[in-house]
């Protein structure tokens, strides 16, 4: 079935620095979202994209569906960052969203 | 931003029992979600809803059924509880015209 491929697994970053999260589609998708899993283990929504490339403060995210991929791209990390970082992408004609298997993000000082 | 309230926050099975977890929204969403996610995973997908009396099964429905009476709840209901049902179960909504999808706190479901 469709998947969605999330990398690296886990990634370490010291305060201050960046680094960039990656889903792959094994197919064509309409849509992704980009969600954080806090330490209480709330899902917060952070992007949602049907094309192109948005920012919201340190954190910037591009989805490319001919290429079939997004990325999620972190700059000046700061200790409450840390979490797991999940995609979610939907075919069109679909409202089912798959997601990956997330990204475990650990920020230090 | 929305708000999805679950119930309960954690609730404790036995096999072999019924389960009932809620879920309301407040926003007006038409969509709502199930899904569960266990220890160190992603979320996979029961259940999920367009429209009030009307569900869909989604990418492991098997052991679930899902009930919307209105567009406000959700309901999901485990008749024979098992032990591999053990996870963390999530209800969100989506908002149609912008299609963001939020979440609730989560349920913690331990059967034993």
């Known amino acids: 079935g469709d998947q969605v491929e999330q990398s690296p697994s886990a990634l370490s970053l010291h305060e201050g620095t960046g680094s960039a999260l990656r889903c792959n589609f094994t197919?064509?998708?309409?849509?992704v979202q980009w969600f954080q899993q806090n330490s209480r283990g709330s899902l917060i929504n952070l992007f949602y994209l049907a094309s192109g490339t948005k920012e919201n403060g340190r954190l910037k995210s591009t989805f490319n569906s001919k290429e079939s991929y997004s990325t999620l791209h972190i700059r000046d990390a700061q200790l409450e960052d840390s979490g797991t970082y999940f995609c979610a992408a939907e075919r069109g004609g679909s409202a089912k969203l798959i997601f990956g298997e997330g990204t475990k993000l650990t920020v230090s000082s | 931003e929305a708000a999805v309230t679950q119930s309960p926050r954690s609730k404790v099975a036995v096999t072999g029992g019924k389960v009932t977890l809620s879920c309301h929204q407040t926003?007006?969403?038409?969509?709502m979600y199930w899904y569960r996610q266990d220890t160190g995973h992603g979320l996979r997908l029961i259940h999920y809803s367009y429209v009030a009396d009307s569900t869909e099964k989604g990418d492991i429905p098997d052991g679930y059924k899902a009930s919307r009476p209105s567009q406000e709840n959700f309901s999901l209901i485990l008749e024979l509880a098992s032990l591999s049902q053990t996870a963390v179960y999530f209800c969100?909504?989506?908002?149609?015209?912008?299609?963001?999808?939020?979440f609730g706190h989560g349920t913690k479901l331990s059967v034993l």
């Open positions: 969100a909504s989506r908002d149609i015209s912008n299609e963001r999808l939020f």
């Open positions: 926003n007006n969403h038409d969509y």
């Open positions: 197919t064509t998708m309409r849509a």
